[in-house]
Nanobody, 121 residues
Framework: QVQLVESGGGLVQAGGSLRLSCAAS????????TGWYRQAPGKQRELVAA???????TYVDSVKGRFSISRDSAKNTVYLQMNRLKPEDTAVYYC???????????????WGQGTQVTVSS
């Protein structure tokens, strides 16, 4: 089994910072890409940032210059550093990983359980 365990969410004032972590546990052979998504009440889930095994990154326009995604391949962990947070960043943040459990298996998609980020004005 593979689990994605997120941590680092919480309540912060506007202008503050948080760092989210997503650790993949279990049998993992390789992680092709990991992304952070968020879903606010009444809104669709959106991709916030993603990083590939080759360290290519992408960000939604609304977080460019404020958020930074990085990874530690030795720990199978991806981080989302969120700076200059705004109330509109309030959402449940989910980690998603496209990975392979064994060298002979197909790639599959996995989701974490989500972590709440609340930014007060």
């Amino acid at each position: 089994q593979v689990q994605l365990v997120e941590s680092g969410g919480g309540l912060v004032q506007a202008g503050g910072s948080l760092r989210l972590s997503c650790a993949a546990s279990g049998s993992v052979n390789s992680i092709n890409a990991t992304g952070w998504y968020r879903q606010a009440p009444g809104k669709q889930r959106e991709l916030v940032a993603a990083i590939t095994r080759g360290d290519t990154t992408t960000y939604v326009d609304s977080v460019k210059g404020r958020f930074s995604i990085s990874r530690d391949s030795a720990k199978n962990t991806v981080y989302l550093q969120m700076n200059r947070l705004k109330p509109e960043d309030t959402a449940v943040y989910y980690c998603n990983a496209h990975l392979r459990r064994h060298w002979w298996s197909a790639d599959n998609n996995y989701w974490g359980q989500g972590t709440q980020v609340t930014v007060s004005s």
